[in-house]
């Protein structure tokens, strides 16, 4: 028996809570978890719980916005509801609630840590997925179907009681854009998925340069999102040991320089949008925002990023 199915059996006996942030409790559990979809109630034997929360947002980060619905922990030996569906392989449950619609978002606070959480399963697991959104479901299919070979749940059309041998409530998070290889069974698997062909179209849409054996380069930058681009491509850049160059556009070289005129707020002062919350600042800085690069100055960047590329490759 191989390290994988190893882990696929221990998985299999345990019920995983990681709530936001990553952190995990583990229980064993030798008998089955119910899942009452019409109030999105867990059930787990009193016996062996030790969980330490009852409350879960099956969501990586935090929620301010209220956007993702919290599943209920219940620690219960009798008056368990009766099943209606049994199931022979675990269940993770999460939300695609959260910051879906956004393309990072989508990537970082889903697709990723669904890779990380549920890879180890070898597809052998159902996803019971709350505040579904369908679009999000199909516009991913391709590589939700690659994580979990079966249907998935949809608890708001699907208010039935469903047991399964083992759970996981929640999604692991190793942090912004990061994949944790030590955390991972069978490590160099972090390889093998940035090899798939979706990840890598994904990561080129999301701006990534993907350069075989080489560093990555990112470009990012778009009026009233410096803060964004630092923290959510700079920073994660610098912890994966990625080289990291930053192309700063000028207020011309953004839609809405035209759409709102040169002295519109959107304009001289983008953080005044942000203030009013993430909703209407993501309405007008993201949705609305299409770039007109100036070609010339975005190639002294291009130029940068050749230069550190040929740097790289004549030390090898
Ligand atoms: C969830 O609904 C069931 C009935 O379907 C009820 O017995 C149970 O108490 C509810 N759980 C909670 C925590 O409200
Ligand atoms: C509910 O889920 C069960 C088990 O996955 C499935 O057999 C059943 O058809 C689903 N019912 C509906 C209404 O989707
Ligand atoms: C990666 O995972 C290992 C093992 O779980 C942990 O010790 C380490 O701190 C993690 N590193 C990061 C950067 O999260």
Request: charged share 20%.
């Amino acid at each position: 028996m191989g390290f994988l199915s190893v882990a696929y059996q221990l998985l299999f006996l345990q019920l995983l809570l990681f709530h936001s942030q990553g952190s995990a409790t583990l229980c064993s559990q030798d008998q089955k978890v119910r899942i009452d979809n019409k109030n999105l109630t867990v059930y787990i034997p009193s016996s062996q719980s030790q969980v330490s929360r009852k409350n879960i947002k099956p969501y990586p980060t935090t929620d301010p916005l209220h956007l993702v619905t919290s599943v209920q922990i219940v620690n219960e030996e009798t008056n368990l509801p009766a099943c209606d569906f049994n199931h022979n392989v675990p269940v993770l449950v999460f939300s695609s609630g959260g910051y879906t619609g956004n393309l990072f978002h989508e990537m970082d606070e889903l697709i990723i840590p669904l890779f990380i959480t549920s890879r180890h399963f070898r597809s052998n697991l159902k996803f019971v997925i709350i505040d579904y959104k369908a679009w999000w479901v199909n516009k991913y299919s391709r590589i939700l179907s690659r994580l979990s070979r079966y249907e998935f749940i949809n608890p708001a059309v699907n208010g039935s009681v469903h047991c399964f041998p083992g759970a996981v409530i929640g999604l692991k998070f190793h942090g912004l854009l990061a994949l944790n290889r030590t955390d991972i069974p069978g490590g160099a698997k972090t390889r093998r998925f940035v090899n798939e062909h979706e990840m890598v179209v994904m990561m080129e849409e999301l701006g990534f340069g993907v350069f075989a054996g080489g560093c990555g380069h990112l470009a990012g930058g778009a009026t009233g999102l410096d803060w964004a681009s630092s923290n959510y491509f700079g920073e994660p850049a610098r912890e994966m040991g990625v080289k990291y160059l930053e192309y700063t556009i000028e207020p011309e070289e953004s839609t809405l320089f035209q759409t709102y005129g040169k002295d519109h707020a959107v304009v001289t002062d983008p953080q005044s949008i942000f203030v009013k919350g993430y909703q209407a600042a993501r309405a007008v800085c993201i949705d609305e925002q299409n770039l007109k690069i100036n070609v010339e100055r975005f190639g002294e960047t291009l130029f940068q990023a050749k230069q550190l590329i040929e740097d790289s490759s004549s030390l090898n």
